[in-house]
């Protein structure tokens, strides 16, 4: 496979980064405390904290990287499909990655508002500032991630009905070796 992409695949390093912030997101969010400040800075929480930082830390890296990468890189062309549904795939991307700004931005923000560094493995404590938005930006933070969370999920359900209703290659072009359905790869004969 490619490290760039096609007219009919992402490459290699954008299929890697995507796979790799789904990844790390999904895990902030498992390990993710929330609450009052007491609880999830407390002594008790702070490996949990520490990883959840320190993802939330990567993803916003990723995005960065994920953004420059795509400037240069070729992106597949849509597959046939209605108006409403190519713009509602448009919006969803690029909800995605707003969201994916956002939600670690608020989330260093707060902390650092909030009187709290942000902690990164490898890096140690990074701030904190003084200020008084830090609940506020932490609960935007919250709110933000479980948002994140919900439009994940439904731009993956519209990939698998893509893959398996429509039979096109929306799914296929990000997961590797995955075929396209309607190229009849991976069907068995009918007898």
Do not use: C, K
Request: proline share 7%; no cysteine.
């Amino acid at each position: 496979m490619s490290l760039s992409g096609t007219a009919t695949r992402y490459g290699s390093l954008a299929q890697a980064l995507h796979w790799l912030t789904a990844l790390f997101v999904l895990i902030a969010f498992l390990v993710s405390e929330g609450g009052p400040p007491t609880r999830v800075y407390s002594a008790a929480n702070a490996s949990t904290l520490l990883l959840h930082e320190s993802l939330g830390f990567a993803v916003f890296w990723l995005l960065v990287i994920r953004l420059i990468w795509r400037l240069f890189d070729r992106i597949p062309d849509a597959p046939p499909m209605p108006g409403w549904m190519d713009l509602a795939s448009r919006a969803t991307h690029w909800a995605l990655y707003a969201l994916l700004f956002a939600v670690p931005a608020t989330a260093m923000l707060g902390a650092w508002f909030g009187g709290h560094p942000v902690t990164v493995y490898g890096l140690g404590a990074i701030g904190p500032f003084s200020g008084t938005w830090g609940t506020s930006l932490a609960e935007i933070h919250g709110t933000l991630g479980d948002i994140i969370l919900w439009l994940a999920g439904l731009h993956a359900a519209a990939a698998i009905y893509h893959h398996v209703i429509l039979r096109d290659r929306v799914l296929s072009q990000m997961v590797p070796g995955l075929p396209n359905p309607s190229s009849g790869l991976g069907r068995q004969a009918r007898p």
